[in-house]
Structures are given as C-alpha cells and as structure tokens.
C-alpha cells in the first residue's frame, strides 16, 4: 500500500502526475538552490575554489541521492513490539536499526552526507520564509521515511520517482548554488 493512499486516486490522472512530477523536481530544486547560496555566504572563503566546491557538493550530494532512494523504496520494516533494551548491546542495537546504519558502508555514508547537510543547515544565516521552507520540507521526508519504517506501508512506484526526482533537484540546485560567485553588497 503507498504511503499516502488517499493520493492514490490522484496520482493516476496524467494531469496531476506531471503537476506533482514537476512540483517534487522544483521543491528540490529550490532547496537545493537556497543551501547552495546560504553555504556560499556562510562561507566567503569557499568562492576562491568554486569549481572545486561545486563539483564536490554535487557528487557528493548526487551519491546520496542515488543511496538514498533504495533505503526508501524497500525500508527495513521495524516493529516497535520486539524492541527491547535490556543491556547495552542491544541499546546499540536498536539504535543501529532504527537509524538504519546496519546495513553496510554505503549507508552510513548516505547518512553521514544527510548529517552533514543538517550541519551546515545549522551554520548558515538562513530566516525566515527560506528557513522554514527548508525545514518543512525536510521534516515533511522525515515524517514520511519513519512512516515506511514504522508501518506496513511501503511507497509505490510513483512516490519512489518524486522522492529521486526531489533528492535529483536538490542535488542539480546546489550545483546551480554554488557554481557562481555572490557578489557583495553594496553600503549605501
């Protein structure tokens, strides 16, 4: 069943398909285009090495997209029932499972470049409307990831392509972010 099954119905109109198609790509798009300045100003020093910092970003960025979606298409399902902690191993454990680091190498280096965006979400002089725009977003993924987890739900194929499609326009934005200079501004 999909994650969101009373979209169900609307996702199979061709209309509406391409408006959230187009709508999941420009999302990320745009919060890829916002991370990418906000680092830039955060970070003044980085525009000495621009094609460096942008090609670095963008692979990275690009690895996680392409990490990412398997975890999201087939979550391990995690049944709050059997989790138990009885001594500290299994402490570890379940935190282990629960954030999905049991799973090998690549996955903990999805993981490490989703930390690591938070990070420097943290650091940059983002407000107001582009911060919130950012964090809803994000949030709106998490709560979507953990519904997978912690449900019987699985996403459909056609919640698998937005996710990409969303993780591919955040990933072309930051590029399109950081590939040119900011100018400062100007004291009147």
């Not at 999909?2 to 199979?12: E, N, S, T, Y």
């Not at 100003?41 to 460096?52: A, D, E, G, Y």
């Not at 591919?168 to 590029?175: F, N, R, V």
């Amino acid at each position: 069943m999909a994650l969101v099954p009373f979209l169900v119905d609307i996702f199979q109109d061709p209309i509406f398909s391409i408006i959230f198609v187009l709508g999941a790509f420009g999302i990320g798009l745009f919060q890829g285009i916002i991370l990418g300045r906000a680092i830039l100003v955060r970070f003044p020093w980085l525009q000495n090495h621009l094609k460096t910092v942008s090609v670095t970003l963008f692979i990275l960025f690009l690895i996680n997209a392409i990490l990412s979606v398997p975890r999201f298409a087939s979550p391990e399902k995690i049944e709050l029932s059997i989790l138990s902690a009885a001594n500290p191993s299994e402490i570890a454990s379940t935190l282990f499972l629960i954030f999905g680091m049991n799973t090998g190498f690549l996955t903990v280096l999805a993981i490490s470049i989703t930390v690591m965006t938070f990070v420097l979400l943290k650091f940059t002089n983002l407000h107001g409307l582009t911060k919130g725009f950012i964090f809803f977003f994000s949030i709106l993924l998490l709560l979507l990831t953990g519904l997978s987890r912690f449900t019987d739900l699985t996403p459909s194929t056609f919640e698998i392509l937005l996710y990409f499609l969303y993780q591919l326009g955040i990933t072309i934005g930051i590029l399109i972010g950081t590939i040119r200079k900011i100018k400062p501004k100007k004291v009147e």
